[in-house]
């Protein structure tokens, strides 16, 4: 399957081309050049890896990476994703945690690695994969590119701005891994790696992005949406806790590709640029706030671009989609109540998108239907504002708590753009 831009200013290309790094040549997007018909209609593996091969296999058809997909697949999607039952046993949480860093977007980091080994096998000289994180990206690609021949990984984090255990999971990998932690915000960061990437005296670097605009990080992500709508055995609603939209685009995707999926809804936190659009409102970006959902604090989410492509009327995006803005206080109300109300501990996220089915359940005994949130990270990694809230320790999922057990170390930076390039220059 050959890829277009969003902005359709560039000449179709292979896929293969447009998985690994970040905007098309004329500043938009990579998207599908057509989407492959109806292809997650029938075909339904006993497992999550059978139904990604089977949702992926199309976009890969007569790709030059078609021959290695099984074995990519089988390398990003070696955990489960499971729907678990809340309580009142109508409505489920899709379970995405349950990686070697505990939250959803080790599917996306695994399954870029992959393709990033077989389109670049050691013998290119060394490539330096560099991101920005506000916590859980980072984790998830140190661990997918950890100890990869021909690969180190460099990260920057706002220092003092991620939770503690998600500070000691990005210092603990070591080897090819080094973390920065950078006296400045997300934002910060994200423009030193945008610095870096056009810097030509960095170019026999190698430099690699892995954000989350990356069609290799995003395509895996409709695999699990896709499976978890054909295990349910009906059509299934989905609540997507939303940041950046890359997981939200996956689920609307798949839901065109043919999954039985029924109404997505958006949980945003008080960042307010995806309700505001929503509610009848001009899309408008802008700085972020900070939230206790960290992983979702973005104010001008890029994804956003990809979807008002797949729906190009306003008015139709608006029908297809919604959106609702979730206040900390309600992320903490609903944590608090969690056990009680529906048997679990959710993460702030999680939490978010809780509170949307509470609203949605609540609000019309009418709707009927079987909702899923998608639960995107594991409440151990937040601690610090679920075990106070809950009144317990959280229970540490054994990878986690490997990566917790060791040393963990990051170096400091300033935040300047200048500072990343002389560090990098001298650790090439
Ligand atoms: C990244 C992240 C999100 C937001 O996902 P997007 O794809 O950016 O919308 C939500 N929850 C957690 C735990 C995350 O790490």
């Given at each position: 399957?050959?890829?277009?831009?969003?902005?359709?200013?560039?000449?179709?290309?292979?896929?293969?081309?447009?998985?690994?790094?970040?905007?098309?040549?004329?500043?938009?997007?990579?998207?599908?050049?057509?989407?492959?018909?109806?292809?997650?209609?029938?075909?339904?593996?006993?497992?999550?890896?059978?139904?990604?091969?089977?949702?992926?296999?199309?976009?890969?058809?007569?790709?030059?990476?078609?021959?290695?997909?099984?074995?990519?697949?089988?390398?990003?999607?070696?955990?489960?994703?499971?729907?678990?039952?809340?309580?009142?046993?109508?409505?489920?949480?899709?379970?995405?945690?349950?990686?070697?860093?505990?939250?959803?977007?080790?599917?996306?980091?695994?399954?870029?690695?992959?393709?990033?080994?077989?389109?670049?096998?050691?013998?290119?000289?060394?490539?330096?994969?560099?991101?920005?994180?506000?916590?859980?990206?980072?984790?998830?690609?140190?661990?997918?590119?950890?100890?990869?021949?021909?690969?180190?990984?460099?990260?920057?984090?706002?220092?003092?701005?991620?939770?503690?255990?998600?500070?000691?999971?990005?210092?603990?990998?070591?080897?090819?891994?080094?973390?920065?932690?950078?006296?400045?915000?997300?934002?910060?960061?994200?423009?030193?790696?945008?610095?870096?990437?056009?810097?030509?005296?960095?170019?026999?670097?190698?430099?690699?992005?892995?954000?989350?605009?990356?069609?290799?990080?995003?395509?895996?992500?409709?695999?699990?949406?896709?499976?978890?709508?054909?295990?349910?055995?009906?059509?299934?609603?989905?609540?997507?806790?939303t940041?950046?939209l890359?997981?939200?685009?996956?689920?609307?995707?798949?839901?065109?590709?043919?999954?039985?999926?029924?109404?997505?809804?958006l949980?945003t936190?008080?960042n307010r640029t995806l309700a505001e659009f929503f509610e009848g409102g001009a899309y408008r970006g802008r700085?972020?706030?900070?939230?206790?959902?960290?992983?979702?604090?973005?104010g001008d989410p890029?994804?956003f671009?990809?979807l008002s492509?797949?729906y190009?009327?306003p008015a139709?995006l608006r029908?297809?989609v919604r959106a609702?803005l979730?206040?900390?206080?309600?992320?903490?109300?609903?944590?608090?109540?969690?056990?009680?109300?529906?048997?679990?501990?959710?993460?702030?996220?999680?939490?978010?998108?809780?509170?949307?089915?509470?609203?949605?359940?609540?609000?019309?005994?009418?709707?009927?239907?079987?909702?899923?949130?998608?639960?995107?990270?594991?409440?151990?990694?937040?601690?610090?504002?679920?075990?106070?809230?809950?009144?317990?320790?959280?229970?540490?999922?054994?990878?986690?708590?490997?990566?917790?057990?060791?040393?963990?170390?990051?170096?400091?930076?300033?935040?300047?753009?200048?500072?990343?390039?002389?560090?990098?220059?001298?650790?090439?």
């Amino acid at each position: 399957m050959n890829v277009t831009s969003t902005r359709g200013g560039v000449a179709e290309l292979p896929l293969a081309d447009a998985l690994v790094g970040a905007t098309a040549p004329d500043g938009g997007l990579f998207v599908p050049a057509t989407f492959p018909p109806e292809n997650a209609r029938n075909p339904r593996g006993p497992t999550l890896a059978d139904s990604a091969l089977a949702v992926l296999a199309p976009f890969f058809a007569e790709d030059r990476l078609s021959d290695v997909l099984p074995a990519m697949v089988a390398e990003a999607f070696n955990f489960p994703a499971p729907l678990v039952p809340l309580r009142n046993r109508h409505d489920f949480v899709l379970e995405l945690f349950h990686g070697p860093t505990a939250a959803f977007k080790d599917f996306g980091a695994r399954f870029l690695a992959a393709c990033i080994r077989r389109l670049h096998p050691h013998g290119g000289g060394l490539r330096t994969v560099l991101v920005a994180t506000s916590g859980d990206t980072g984790g998830a690609v140190a661990a997918a590119f950890h100890r990869m021949s021909g690969v180190r990984v460099v990260l920057l984090y706002p220092d003092g701005r991620v939770s503690p255990r998600q500070a000691h999971q990005l210092g603990a990998f070591a080897d090819n891994v080094t973390a920065l932690r950078v006296a400045g915000s997300f934002d910060d960061c994200q423009a030193m790696v945008k610095a870096a990437f056009a810097d030509p005296e960095l170019a026999p670097l190698q430099l690699t992005s892995a954000n989350s605009i990356s069609l290799g990080r995003l395509l895996p992500q409709l695999a699990y949406h896709a499976h978890a709508a054909w295990s349910s055995g009906e059509m299934l609603n989905l609540i997507v806790p939303t940041g950046n939209l890359g997981n939200a685009v996956a689920a609307v995707w798949a839901r065109e590709l043919g999954a039985p999926i029924g109404d997505i809804v958006l949980a945003t936190n008080a960042n307010r640029t995806l309700a505001e659009f929503f509610e009848g409102g001009a899309y408008r970006g802008r700085p972020s706030v900070t939230t206790l959902a960290n992983a979702m604090d973005v104010g001008d989410p890029s994804n956003f671009e990809r979807l008002s492509w797949t729906y190009s009327d306003p008015a139709v995006l608006r029908r297809r989609v919604r959106a609702r803005l979730v206040s900390d206080e309600h992320i903490s109300r609903t944590i608090q109540q969690g056990e009680r109300r529906h048997g679990q501990v959710f993460c702030p996220h999680t939490a978010a998108g809780v509170w949307v089915l509470e609203q949605i359940r609540g609000s019309s005994g009418a709707r009927t239907g079987t909702w899923a949130v998608a639960a995107t990270a594991h409440p151990a990694k937040f601690e610090g504002i679920v075990e106070p809230l809950v009144g317990h320790p959280v229970e540490v999922p054994p990878a986690l708590a490997a990566l917790l057990d060791r040393p963990s170390h990051a170096e400091p930076l300033a935040a300047d753009a200048s500072a990343l390039r002389r560090w990098l220059l001298d650790h090439a």
